[in-house]
């Protein structure tokens, strides 16, 4: 699988969007983009995934580059709840995700 | 409607020993997979079940194996347990690839192990 890039921390105000980036040069034609968060002492959460579309749902937006190499996560209106670890993770299996150290995103009032 | 169930959700044990973990998958779904997370890192997968038998395989040895029932639910075995085996082990469901329902995988809160 191919390997992600994020930065390690991030904050955010509460209300504004929350923008994760993460870089994945090396993607292959075949490897979707998945993203999940952890909040402390939870298992991880799924939060959306894609190949090569944008992609929307009730808790996010994904905005992958017309290259795949990099994709953003959007949290549009942040709020507390949303303070945790976000993890993305590029696999061609839905099972075998092998998460990397994530983003933490802290959330402020 | 029950998530992911696991249990213990603790448990101490020695160098040496052999560890047994157990999960119940989400209702409705018949694909379990394991994953270890160490303290500080990300979840890394150790390996998947479904119809019984050990579907996908990551970079775990063979001391890690499993087992899956005819009602879905589903073991982790340890065995020789070391120092480093010390971590949290989710357990995730979903519904099998091959039905179109890509990606979503849910987990349960973990059963935290510590070796000594």
């Known amino acids: 699988d191919a390997k992600t890039t994020q930065p390690t921390s991030m904050d955010c105000a509460e209300g504004r969007a929350a923008n994760l980036p993460c870089n994945h040069s090396?993607?292959?034609?075949?490897?979707?983009v998945y993203w999940y968060r952890q909040i402390h002492s939870q298992g991880p959460q799924y939060i959306i995934h894609?190949?090569?579309n944008n992609e929307t749902n009730e808790m996010a937006s994904l905005i992958i580059t017309e290259d795949r190499k990099s994709s953003t996560l959007i949290l549009p209106h942040a709020t507390l709840r949303d303070t945790a670890v976000y993890y993305c993770?590029?696999?061609?299996?839905?099972?075998?995700?092998?998460f990397g150290k994530g983003t933490s995103l802290l959330v402020t009032p | 409607d029950a998530g992911v169930t696991q249990s213990p959700t603790h448990l101490i044990k020695t160098r040496g020993q052999q560890v047994t973990l157990r999960c119940s998958p989400k209702?409705?779904?018949?694909?379990v997979s394991w994953y270890q997370q160490a303290l500080g890192q990300g979840p890394q997968f150790i390996f998947q079940?479904?119809?019984?038998?050990?579907?996908q395989r990551g970079n775990f040895p063979d001391r890690f194996s499993g087992h899956q029932f005819p009602n879905y639910s589903s073991e982790l075995n340890v065995n020789a347990l070391l120092l480093g085996d010390s971590a949290l082990y989710l357990c995730?469901?979903?519904?099998?690839?091959?039905?179109?329902?890509?990606?979503?995988?849910?987990f349960g809160e973990g059963s935290r192990l510590t070796v000594l």
């Open positions: 995730a469901s979903s519904l099998p690839w091959k039905r179109g329902k890509t990606g979503e995988l849910f």
């Open positions: 090396t993607i292959s034609g075949n490897e979707y």
């Open positions: 894609g190949l090569k």
């Open positions: 993770i590029v696999s061609n299996s839905g099972y075998a995700l092998n």
């Open positions: 209702s409705g779904h018949d694909t």
């Open positions: 079940y479904y119809e019984e038998e050990e579907r």
